[in-house]
């Protein structure tokens, strides 16, 4: 992110390193970013060069990472529903039936505050990343409310749903909240003052997916109803609806440069639309049971499924081949995730196991076992050195 100031307002400009990798001419790829980029200038050269180098050390690391179980905790008198880490990894939360969320420390497995108030099953959470210093949550007493990470002080309660909420999202400028229901709508409430900035109206089923692009002016929800729409997120209004899907939907996301997106459904199949004209562009085949979860690694090339028949697919986004099957879960697996780095790939199974797998070959580099009951939410921290695991089992554990 380049940062500059412009008529004494400060304003930013990204520029896409997507195709970084550990063997990438750096001093080449600085040449080719000055001559489209009059914003660096010489005296900048070695400043940008030396950043290159550290993200591209960074995509070096951990790549033979062996994890080992640093913690068990239990965390709530009753089983958990959902597991949210911020940016850097610190801290991180979880969401529970006892309707509370917990906020714990990732390094010493410390408790470090209960978000109480809900009146139901706190369902749907999430920090404001990357600032990390609020977290939503959303319940099934039909509220969402807004809480400081600092000092556990509920902001905000946002009132307005019909029935319970099943999904939640932060747009990446911290600006917005977005709240999936079973009422059939997503609602957009405003972080400042509370207020609900608009209703997203036109499923027939209930929402149960929300993602927000990069650069948060587009939204898109996934349904029960077989369709997911993509919204502008300043009007309201419905700028595509995609039609294809013959079962409900389980996950839709945008790729990182927001070009595609990604809907995972229960009719076996993944679908990959274009997402300037909400065309479908394939279908990604070969499961033999529902799509419970799909991801785009972080630069949008590889797209993973994970599914109900026990096995999970590495697909590239360009030829929209398979790459790899990963074989070895004894159960469904219900969530699928990148590394940063997108040279391993996370599982969690009803099998009680949760899989480190090698990106690239598909083959099972580690199995993380202990959990006495199933998976249902695993995911790495941004340095791709922790991974947490949330079980029905009523536990969460730390693995680094």
Known sequence: MLEYEKHGELKTKSIDLLDLGPSTDVSALVEEIQKAEPLITASRTEQVKLLIQRLQEKLGQHSNHTFYLFKVLKAHILPLTNVALNKSGSCFITGSYDRTCKLWDTASGEELNTLEGHRNVVYAIAF???????????????????????????????????????????????TLVATGSMDTTAKLWNIQNGEEVCTLRGHSGEVISLSFNTSGDRIITGSFDHTVVVWDVDTGR????????????????????????????????????????GKCVATLTGHDDEILDSCFDYTGKLIATASADGTARIFSAATRKCIAKLEGHGGEISKISFNPQGNRLLTGSSDKTARIWDAQTGQCLQVLEGHTDEIFSCTFNYKGNIVITGSKDNTCRIWR
Request: glycine residues 6%; negative net charge; charged residues 15%.
């Open 128 to 174: 404001n990343n990357p600032y990390g210093d609020k977290i939503a949550t959303g319940s099934f007493d039909k509220t969402c409310k807004l809480w400081s990470v600092e000092s556990g002080e509920c902001y905000h309660t946002f009132r307005g749903h019909t029935a319970e909420i099943v999904c939640l999202s932060f747009n990446p400028q911290s």
């Open 238 to 277: 419905k700028v595509h609806i995609l039609i294809g899907h013959c079962a409900e939907i389980s996950s839709a996301l945008f790729n990182w440069d927001c070009s595609l997106i990604l809907t995972g459904s229960m009719d076996k199949t993944c679908m990959l639309w274009d997402a300037t004209n």
